[in-house]
């Protein structure tokens, strides 16, 4: 899959986010080996630090769905920002060394892997 295609489907994704108090909507599509595409977005709280990041919500969907290998995935942001810690280690943790396909919502992107962003992993 083009990296376009599953950015498209990212975007899609970033338009769900709940994002009330950052107003800053993540959008997460992560590319199964059965070539099945699970979304995620941020969800945030009222109590904010119970906000949960694109990303996780994205792996932990596939996981509780029965996907446990991927092929890439593709963020958006309103900026092309790259993902948090937390989401680095659980990247690192569940998908391994795939692409990333970091989006700007403008049609720009770069790609890179968790191993770039994370050299020195927990475990
Ligand atoms: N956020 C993500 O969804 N992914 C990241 O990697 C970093 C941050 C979300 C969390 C919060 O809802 C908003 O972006 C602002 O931090």
């Given at each position: 899959?083009?990296?376009?295609?599953?950015?498209?489907?990212?975007?899609?994704?970033?338009?769900?986010?709940a994002a009330t108090y950052s107003n800053y909507p993540?959008?997460?599509?992560?590319?199964?080996?059965?070539?099945?595409?699970?979304?995620?977005?941020n969800v945030e709280s009222k109590a904010y630090p119970t906000t949960l990041c694109?990303?996780?919500v994205a792996i932990f969907s596939a996981i509780a769905q029965g996907y446990v290998q991927f092929k890439a995935m593709a963020l958006v942001t309103k900026d092309g920002a790259y993902p948090c810690g937390s989401c680095r280690q659980i990247i690192h943790e569940y998908t391994g060394n795939i692409p990333l396909y970091i989006a700007d919502g403008n049609n720009g992107f770069s790609?890179?892997?968790?191993?770039?962003l994370l050299p020195y992993p927990f475990g």
């Amino acid at each position: 899959m083009e990296p376009q295609e599953l950015i498209s489907h990212a975007v899609i994704a970033q338009n769900r986010a709940a994002a009330t108090y950052s107003n800053y909507p993540v959008g997460a599509a992560l590319l199964t080996e059965e070539g099945e595409i699970i979304l995620g977005c941020n969800v945030e709280s009222k109590a904010y630090p119970t906000t949960l990041c694109a990303e996780r919500v994205a792996i932990f969907s596939a996981i509780a769905q029965g996907y446990v290998q991927f092929k890439a995935m593709a963020l958006v942001t309103k900026d092309g920002a790259y993902p948090c810690g937390s989401c680095r280690q659980i990247i690192h943790e569940y998908t391994g060394n795939i692409p990333l396909y970091i989006a700007d919502g403008n049609n720009g992107f770069s790609t890179c892997t968790v191993s770039k962003l994370l050299p020195y992993p927990f475990g």
